[in-house]
């Protein structure tokens, strides 16, 4: 079974940076489209962004030319480089490969002065 255990979140001013990173197992990190997607308090999970094995990216308006998203596949790892960051930035954020209905508990950040 998938398994994704995501860190790297924090406390962070407005306009700073965090780098999140997420470890997936039980299956072909490799071969899978990963997307990161995030919940902020009281609203429902939102997608943030996808990459797709052959190097394809895709991110949501309010985070494109701010986050990068990335992948390291001999680590089966998977990376959310976040700057410029912004208030409306807080959530919990969460890496899952596309059609997997299993979710890690996620890393929180909060972007706050």
């Known amino acids: 079974q998938a398994q994704f255990v995501e860190s790297g979140g924090g406390l962070v001013q407005p306009g700073g940076s965090l780098r999140l990173t997420c470890a997936g197992s039980g299956f072909p990190f490799s071969d899978e489209i990963m997307v990161w997607v995030r919940q902020a308090p009281g609203k429902a999970r939102e997608w943030v962004a996808t990459l797709a094995p052959g190097g394809a990216t895709f991110y949501d308006d309010a985070v494109k030319d701010r986050f990068i998203i990335s992948r390291d596949d001999a680590k089966n790892t998977l990376y959310l480089q976040m700057n410029n960051l912004k208030p409306e930035d807080t959530a919990v954020y969460y890496c899952?490969?596309?059609?997997?209905?299993?979710w890690g508990q996620g890393t929180q950040v909060t972007v706050s002065s």
């Open positions: 899952q490969k596309a059609g997997s209905t299993t």
